[in-house]
Structures are given as C-alpha cells and as structure tokens.
C-alpha cells in the first residue's frame, strides 16, 4: 500500500492506495482509502496571511500514524509515502534546518508590489521566452524579491519541505519547480541566469528531484514517532498537486488519443492541455498561458483561472452572517436560475485575497452596468455562470495556441461533485464533459509510487487506464436548449 499525503488550500488528506496489477489491464485497479481528513486555509500571522505550517504537518504526522494503523491491520505495509500540495510558496530553513517562520501565502498581497523590481531587471518577455510560466503575481520569483535577508538560507517549496521534515534530505522535485518562474521549461533545469540576475544564490534551492525518485527514508524519530519501519521511502510524486491530478486524468484511447483537454477544479481552476513541447510563443504569453511540467516530462499547457474559491469565500461570509446554506441546496437553488444572468471575470486579482466576497462580486457586476441580487443562489449562480464561460473561452485560446482539437474536456477535483458546474461547462464549450474522480491528484500521487516501487508499469497512459477501470465518471453532454 502507498500512502499520499494530499494537501489543498481548502483541506488536506492522507490516503492510503492500493494498487492491484492484473495480466489484462482491465484486471488492473487502484482504490483509495482516506485514513486522515483536516481543514486548510490561510491564517493571520505576524501580520500576513500565512499557512499554519506547524498545524498542517503535525497532521501529516497524525495521518501518515492512521495509515500505518490502517495498513496493518490489513495486514499490509507502508511501501512508500507520496508528499503533493499547492504550488508557488515556500518556507526558508536556516543551515541547523530549522523553519524560520510560518510560509507566507500567495493570498498575502506583499508580492504584488514585487513585480515592477523584478521586470526591471528582466523583462518579462525574457522570462516567458525562458520559462513558458503564466504571469501571477503571487508566483515564486515574486514572493522571493520581497525577502529581507536570505543569508545562509534554503528555500523548500511546501512538499519539500514537508518531505525535509520527514526524511532529512533536501531535494526541489521538478513539477513543482516549474512554477517558481526559475525553471527553464525547455531544459528542464534551474534557469541560474535568472537566479543570479535577481541577486539570488545559485543553492538558493536544494537540487531538483524528479517524479518517481527517492527523497530519503524517514528519520529515525519520525517512523518512530508514526509507526512505520524506519526503510520506508518518501518517493517523489508529481508533488504539485496539479501535476499529479493531471497524470490521473481518466483519458482514453476513446477520447481520441491525445484531443482531450483537462480541468482540475478546486480552490482555482487549471484548465488546459498536456502537451510534449512548451509553448513560448508570444501569442501564448499574451494569453497567458503556463508551460508547468507534468509527470514524466510532458508539459501541462493550461492557465490558472479563478476557481471554488470564490463559492467558499462567499460561504464564509454568510456563515459569518448566520446563514448556511447546505452547499448542494444552494446549487440546486442556483440552477434553477434562468440563464443568462450577469457575469464576472473570474480570473480579477481583486478576488485573490480574503474578504466579504459576496459583496465583492456584487460589486464587480455593478462595474459592468447589471445588478445582481444579494441572494446566495443567485450569487452562486453568477459564479457557476463566470466559470463555465472562462472554462469555454481558456479552451479555444488552449486549441488555438497549441493547435490541437479537443474532443472531451475531463473535470477532476473537488468540483466534478458540482453537477451545475459541469453541466454549464458542456453546454458553453458545446463538448462532452466527463466528470471525476473527485481524488484525481491523490491517486496521482499513489499511481507515481506505485510505478517507482514496480508495482505496476508504463506509460502515463497504462496508469491512466487503471483509474479508468477502477472509477465511476459522470458524463454530460451539452444541452444547447440550456443556453
Ligand atoms: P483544493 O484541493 O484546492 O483544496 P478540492 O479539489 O478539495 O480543492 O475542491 C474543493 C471544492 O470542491 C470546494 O470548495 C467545493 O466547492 C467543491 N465540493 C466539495 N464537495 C462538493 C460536493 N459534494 N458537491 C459539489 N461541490 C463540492
Ligand atoms: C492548485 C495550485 C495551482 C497553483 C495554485 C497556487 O492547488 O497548485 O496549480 O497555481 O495552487
């Protein structure tokens, strides 16, 4: 059994997969068993918002301690332990490999007055050309100009530091790397020059480690500390948790080979492609478009856009206001909405930080000449409506720019629950939507181990046909009556 350790900005989760390899590979399965949930979110923390990094690895702890509980009292084993969060932030560990302070948050707003500092020195064309990553303001490169003093000073990204913690070793494992805005997408390196021209050591990161090779085994303390045998690996998954919900994206031969398009729907929307080859053109950059790497090798082409955020916020606020409204009641409530109603950009930095977000919605709207009720169904609605139309126009540019067609649009993430969602989605992109699973990024993660520990074999297609045997999906057709 593997276990995966699969934190998200709204929750996180430790999983143990099982991985059965048949003959025939419709013998072949992969099921999961969550053995430890816990909330995430951003908090206030010597005046920025930050991740409670503390919080969250003492329950990485709790739940790697389940596994080994659960996996014995199958009388199975920990083989090894997969480690994928968000993407971007980072923590600083000082040479005695101590923590110095809680990880800032992309959400935290010190880095937006980075950005102008950093083009000056280099251009961001030159940095696209380079590094194929979607300008966001929170990216790594950013949050890094905004640091004080980097003396004698390691930057781990959030599962690298997770998997530190647990191993001793430092390593940067690449997809993750990908999105720090210093990754050359085309030699799947450091881009040292841009590192040197921002003032940053070259070790500023420890050396990078690709998806399927081992970090280390556990130290000492800690497999005594969760029970597991001091041997057990932690394997290097594709650690941004987007890469490893890509590489379990349940595509077919069916689907028309390589003509599908992918959303993974959470906290944000990553909606694109999976590409062999970056895309750096200057038609890309002014889309916006990101080159992140995937799972061996491939380049997930998508853009970040604006996701379940917005719904969550919105909930909090009401919640806040006394009102809490069942989340499938309000999206019922909200699609039995008529269509056509008014719309925001989604994709708005105005939205990124925390705070009364229904308001903030309404007041978008009202920028646009409309009204819109402070009704949370129709809010929701608004917000379902805004995503299924950035989802429609993010696909045509994605076809456009890597001139490919996409024939089915795979939904996978906390919002392939969302039946409005992936039903407007069809509708406004006139394709076949194919919803779940709702674990992709965990069974990623576990699928990525399990091939390092030769469990299974293949290609990204060989572990995706495992999910496809072993998961319902939901499927929508467009329903243009709808529009
Ligand atoms: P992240 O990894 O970014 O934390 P998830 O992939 O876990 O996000 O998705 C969380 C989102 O999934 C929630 O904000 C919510 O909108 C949506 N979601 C969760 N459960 C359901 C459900 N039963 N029905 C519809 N949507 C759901
Ligand atoms: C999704 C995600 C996304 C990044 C964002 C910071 O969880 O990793 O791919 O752009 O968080």
Redesign the pocket.
């Given at each position: 059994m593997f276990a995966a350790v699969d934190i998200?900005?709204s929750s996180g989760r430790v999983i143990l997969g099982r991985v059965q390899a048949g003959g025939e590979s419709r013998d072949s399965s992969v099921e999961l068993e969550v053995v430890h949930r816990f909330p995430n979110g951003v908090v206030e923390i010597d005046g920025g918002l930050r991740w409670d990094f503390d919080a969250l690895f003492a329950e990485v702890l709790t739940g790697l301690s389940a596994a080994a509980t659960v996996a014995a009292a199958q009388g199975e084993q920990v083989a090894s332990i997969g480690i994928d969060?968000?993407?971007?932030?980072y923590g600083l560990v000082n040479a005695a490999g101590e923590l110095t302070a809680q990880p800032f948050s992309?959400r935290d707003d010190r880095s937006r007055t980075a950005v102008e500092p950093v083009h000056r020195k280099l251009d961001p064309a030159r940095l696209y050309g380079t590094t194929g990553l979607q300008f966001?303001q929170?990216n790594t490169i950013y949050q890094l100009a905004c640091e004080k003093n980097l003396d004698g000073m390691q930057a781990l990204l959030i599962p690298d530091l997770i998997a530190f913690l647990l191993t001793g070793q430092r390593r940067t494992e690449a997809t993750n790397a990908s999105?720090t805005g210093l990754f050359d997408a085309v030699a799947g390196e450091w881009a040292t020059e841009f590192l040197t021209a921002l003032g940053l050591r070259k070790d500023l990161f420890p050396p990078l480690i690709q998806p399927g090779e081992t970090v280390g085994t556990l130290l000492p303390e800690i497999a005594a500390r969760v029970g597991l045998p001091q041997e057990t690996r932690v394997v290097a998954v594709g650690s941004?948790?987007?890469a490893s919900a890509v590489a379990a994206v349940p595509a077919t031969a069916d689907d028309g080979g390589e003509n599908f398009a992918y959303i993974?729907s959470?906290?944000?929307s990553?909606v694109g492609l999976e590409l062999k080859h970056p895309v750096l053109t200057e038609a890309s950059r002014e889309a916006n478009f990101t080159n992140e790497r995937g799972v061996d090798g491939t380049i997930r082409y998508l853009r970040?856009m604006g996701g379940l955020w917005l719904l969550s916020e919105c909930q909090r606020t009401w919640a806040q206001e006394g009102f809490r409204p069942e989340l499938t009641a309000l999206l019922t409530a909200a699609a039995a909405l008529p269509p056509g109603g008014p719309q925001i950009n989604p994709d708005d930095p105005y939205f990124i930080a925390p705070d009364n977000m229904p308001e903030r919605i309404r007041a978008a709207v009202r920028r646009t000449g409309e009204v819109l009720p402070d009704d949370p169904a129709a809010i929701t609605r608004c917000i379902m409506d805004s995503l299924a139309a950035g989802y429609a126009r993010t696909l045509r540019d994605a076809e456009r720019l890597a001139d490919r067609t996409v024939d089915v649009v795979h939904i996978v993430g906390g919002g392939s629950q969302n039946r409005l969602l992936c039903q407007l989605t069809a509708d406004v992109t006139g394709k076949k939507v194919v919803a779940g699973p709702v674990e992709a990024t965990a069974l990623g993660n576990v699928l990525v181990q399990a091939r390092a520990t030769g469990a299974v074999s293949g290609e990204l297609a060989d572990l995706r046909a495992l999910v496809v045997h072993s998961h319902d999906l939901r499927v929508f057709v467009p329903e243009l009556s709808r529009l």
């Open positions: 998200g900005a969060t968000w993407a971007v932030d992309y966001l929170f999105t941004h948790d987007t993974s959470g906290t944000w990553l970040n």
